[in-house]
């Protein structure tokens, strides 16, 4: 199976213009340690929602990449939780398996 790392390498996601949605497919489906998470880019946006465990609380982390700013479960963060929300983010690139995953991306618009 293909890591998503090796997905994610022919996207640029750090471009302001990006816009898409990666979660697991299925409920059952979990990352090597037990968690989940679901992942959501709009431009320079990002959205992570985290559940370190079955049966345990979701966890909402809203980064704006271009001001470095962080918002958890809708309270301002800290560099500490922008450290926590990275570390996430390349733990779930680095162990999901694309197989395991759905991807949505937006309409393209195609100009007449």
Do not use: N
Not at 42 to 63: N, T
Not at 89 to 98: C, D, L, N, P, S
């Amino acid at each position: 199976m293909t890591r998503l790392t090796k997905f994610i390498e022919q996207t640029d996601v750090l471009d302001r213009t990006f816009v898409g949605t990666i979660a697991f497919r299925s409920e059952e489906l979990t990352l090597p340690d037990g968690s989940k998470m679901a992942l959501g880019i709009d431009g320079g946006h990002w959205v992570l929602v985290y559940q370190p465990g079955a049966g345990s609380a979701f966890r909402v982390y809203e980064y704006d990449q271009p001001d470095k700013k962080i918002i958890v479960d809708k309270k301002a963060g800290s560099a500490e939780e922008i450290k926590t929300f990275k570390k996430l983010v390349g733990y779930m690139f680095a162990h999901a398996e694309v197989d395991d995953l759905v991807t949505l991306l937006p309409p393209q618009v195609t100009e007449k």
